[in-house]
């Protein structure tokens, strides 16, 4: 394990990739490579200039020994980048869409776009480790989840699968965001002027990460109600979700469904009964925190989970897809280098 793998990161400028470069730079096995694929001044450096820099071609991963490609760049990019990166005999894990979906049409009708590659869906590991950690071991393309979906999949898959849920009434997420979720593009509704002292929903019933939890919770999308909200901050994503049980059950009951699955995660922190989640809680970690309130009588509950977008939602979570690939600790680079340690229970 004392041998260095080079890394390489495209579309590093961004927020995504810049928070690649932090984590791989704490990372005791890999050593990163920005990785050039378009004109890029010296202020757009992350982290100052000390990291190498190749040109993005399948040669020059080649030539330069690349173990593995990140791909932090737009779904178009992605779908483009992708084949030439796994011709060249490289790994590779994309933190756009592209890859994240099963069927073209579900293309046309959430992006608005044909898909470049369709015969790549197929072969791609949906990488939620949590769940699909053998997969991910095996498959040399990772679709890294989206933020939202991360969050509210670990919250609600366990309680689907172990069938306790009453799915007639529906489950309702209510979930906001940071501002860097959007990106590191300009635009008028990410404008400083445009986000302080305000609170606003966006994408509502047509939100593009709807999909993909469907496809992890196995829900129907008439089950779903999925509203995403635009925070005035940089980071975090909180998601408040109200289900409803099937019969009565107590808190420890529903605990118990969750330890079943997450009791040896090292990125799953469940809290107390009585606890909940914020956002302070996780910000600059690789968890998610999971809190819930239950009311037996009325089988309501009210569940609340965290996760910092730009980590867990993003290049945290790919980083633990890369270490799954590349046969390293699955917490390398995710328990130092600035991040805090998760442990199963707070």
């Known amino acids: 394990m004392s041998r260095t793998a080079r890394i390489g990161i495209a579309g590093f400028t961004g927020y995504s990739g810049a928070e690649l470069v932090r984590i791989l730079k ?65 790994g590779c894990i994309d933190l756009s869409a592209a890859f994240r979906l099963r069927a073209v049409s579900d293309y046309r009708r959430w992006y608005g776009v044909e898909h470049a590659c369709p015969e790549l869906l197929a072969d791609a590991a949906y990488g939620l480790p949590e769940f699909f950690r053998e997969v991910v071991k095996i498959s040399s393309l990772v679709a890294n989840p989206g933020c939202y979906p991360t969050a509210v999949n670990l919250a609600v898959r366990p309680l689907i699968i172990e069938a306790v849920l009453d799915r007639a009434p529906g489950i309702v997420c209510d979930a906001k965001s940071g501002v860097s979720g959007a990106g590191r593009k300009p635009s008028l509704k990410t404008h400083y002027c445009e986000v302080t002292g305000n609170f606003s929903a966006y994408s509502v019933l047509d939100h593009r990460h709807v999909p993909e939890i469907l496809y992890t919770t196995d829900l129907d999308e008439h089950e779903l109600f999925f509203t995403a909200q635009l925070l005035p901050l940089h980071r975090g994503i909180l998601e408040t979700i109200y289900v409803r049980t099937a019969e009565q059950l107590e808190w420890a009951d529903l605990r118990a469904a969750y330890e079943k699955y997450y009791r040896d995660e090292p990125f799953v922190r469940l809290y107390p009964e009585g606890r ?6 996780i910000q600059g970690t690789n968890s998610c925190d999971i809190g819930f309130r239950v009311d037996p009588e009325t089988r309501r509950v009210v569940i609340v989970a965290a996760i910092d977008n730009l980590v867990k939602g993003a290049a ?31």
Do not use: Y
């Open 276 to 281: 909940m989640p914020d956002l302070r809680g």
């Open 316 to 346: 945290g979570q790919a980083v633990q897809n890369m270490n799954l690939q590349l046969g390293f600790p699955e917490t390398a680079g995710l328990l130092n280098g600035g991040l805090t340690g998760a442990v199963s229970s707070v």
């Open 26 to 90: 704490g990372h005791p096995f890999v050593e990163p490579v920005l990785l050039e694929h378009r004109a890029v001044s010296d202020g757009e450096l992350p982290l100052g200039e000390d990291a190498a820099r190749i040109p993005f071609e399948p040669q020059a991963l080649r030539d330069e020994g690349i173990r593995a490609v990140f791909l932090a760049t737009s779904l178009d990019v992605s779908m483009n980048a992708a084949p030439w990166v796994l011709e060249a005999g490289v």
